[in-house]
């Protein structure tokens, strides 16, 4: 979807930074310290997890955004996805995707997004204007649909977490000068997606959703913490407008009765928040982003589905509510958080300052 070019050339520029993560050995060695105990006397007293444990990821990223940092005892973690762990207002979730015209996604990704990812965070790629921008990414998502024959070509999408103002004043406008660097058409449109597709490698319009994540849900019974996206993952992403108030429909999203329609259909992670402004959603109410991750995409296509044609209890009934509700369904190809660049006075958490 990107190189490393300025807005106006795909030409990558020269000796590009490798985006860097936390030394391995480093991330071995750390661990988060909970108190066991209100009383717990020494370090014999706390429990430990290493990084596998906390399956440091997009799932993983929003739970050490959580604003309770309290590790939930693996006894206590239940196998149905219950409640919700709020999440402070700190960082911007941008989701972009489009077809890849003539190319297969290795070609897409080796030609065209492999520059763009090794230079992440030189402050460089796209250009001046948004390359500081790019730099405040702490987690970044590979996505792909899987689905050769569709109009346009098979669909990559993008997803990150991009840091605000409250978490980096450095942050401020970080959110709009990314989702500008991803207009396509129309006034301001950036001149690198026309490029793209004279190359053959935009066979549609771009799509980008982005939204504050409120509130995640889902715990793994073994660790207490969301499992990490695995290659393979299954993940629906839908974006809708609400007839009801966001505040009165969080209690239905969370119900028991939602709890086993989830469970039911494999999800183990859900990320929910209403969107931003400068999000491509159109609604006259207000516009709501949920993430739903699965097994697989066999799984997700069959969720997503069922969502879209509302025809059978309690989608039918639920479709009353919303308004233009979007969907896709997208198999994750990589999922990379990158701790060095997250704010260390944030958490005082070993494996950040590692």
């Known amino acids: 979807m990107f190189a490393l070019a300025s807005q106006a050339t795909i030409a990558p520029i020269a000796a590009p930074l490798r985006a860097r993560k936390a030394p391995k050995t480093a991330l071995r060695r750390a661990a988060v310290r909970v108190n066991a105990s209100p009383d717990a006397k020494s370090d014999n007293d706390r429990a430990m997890f290493s990084r596998r444990q906390l399956g440091l990821g997009s799932a993983a990223l929003a739970s050490l955004m959580a604003t309770d940092m309290t590790v939930v005892n693996p006894a206590m973690a239940k196998k149905i996805i219950s409640g919700k762990q709020d999440l402070p207002d700190i960082a911007d979730l941008v989701m972009v995707f489009h077809g890849l015209g003539s190319y297969t996604y290795e070609k897409w990704y080796k030609e065209v997004f492999s520059p763009f990812e090794a230079g992440l965070h030189s402050g460089e790629v796209g250009g001046p204007e948004v390359g500081p921008a790019f730099a405040k990414v702490v987690n970044l998502t590979i996505l792909r649909g899987r689905n050769p024959d569709a109009p346009g070509g098979e669909t990559v999408a993008v997803q990150m977490f991009v840091l605000n103002e409250n978490a980096d004043p450095a942050a ?3 959110l709009t000068a990314i989702q500008k660097f991803f207009v396509d058409t129309g006034p ?3 001149p690198f997606w026309a490029e793209g597709r004279d190359a053959g490698w935009v066979g549609t319009d771009l799509t980008q959703w982005s939204a504050s994540v409120g509130f995640i849900r889902g715990a793994n019974p073994k660790t207490g913490y969301p499992d990490d996206w695995k290659k393979g993952t299954g993940v629906g992403v839908y974006d809708f407008g609400l007839k009801i108030p966001y505040e009165e429909w969080v209690p239905q999203f969370t119900s028991p009765e939602s709890d086993q329609l989830h469970d039911a259909a494999g999800v183990f992670f859900s ?5 931003e402004k400068g999000t491509e959603h159109q609604s ?33 009934q639920i479709k009353d509510i919303l308004d233009n509700p979007e969907a896709i369904a997208l198999e994750v190809v990589s999922d990379t958080f990158f701790p060095e660049y997250f704010p260390e006075s944030l958490f005082p958490n070993p494996l950040l300052n590692a």
């Open 172 to 174: 401020k406008g970080a």
């Open 188 to 190: 301001g449109a950036n």
């Open 271 to 275: 990320a929910v928040g209403p969107d």
């Open 284 to 316: 006259k109410y207000r516009s709501v982003q949920v993430i739903h991750a699965h097994k697989n995409l066999k799984q997700a296509r069959a969720f997503l589905d069922r969502v879209v044609k509302a025809d059978a209890p309690p989608f039918d």
